[in-house]
């Protein structure tokens, strides 16, 4: 009987994004999730930001991160605003991109 994914050991869940989960070695497709359950010990979080003195009222949006070898492409964006004026956010926002690799 396959084990469900609540009772594998060592398991990460990743989003259902097709120009990324399908690339994943050891990964499993739960549609009814809109997840991959993986069994992938080497995946993590890559987190760059830039170092520009304007970093925080210049956006440098979107990045592409993608696999060699691979028709992976993962575009992302930078993380939200840092402040709300009430009405509108205050468009300070840091130019930083977290992606799964």
């Known amino acids: 009987m396959k084990a469900r994914w609540w009772e594998k050991q060592d398991f990460q869940i990743i ?32 987190l760059f930001e830039s170092e520009d003195a304007d970093k925080m009222d210049r956006s440098m949006q979107p990045i592409y991160v993608k696999k060699n070898g691979t028709e992976m492409e993962n575009k992302l964006n930078s993380m939200m605003d840092h402040m709300w004026d009430g009405f509108y956010s205050g468009q300070v926002r840091m130019s930083r991109f977290p992606s799964v690799f």
């Not at 050891?26 to 890559?46: D, F, H, S, W």
């Open 15 to 46: 989003a259902d994004n097709d120009g990324f989960a399908p690339y994943i070695d050891n990964c499993e497709r739960y549609e009814k999730m809109n997840a991959y359950v993986c069994q992938t010990p080497n995946m993590g979080i890559l």
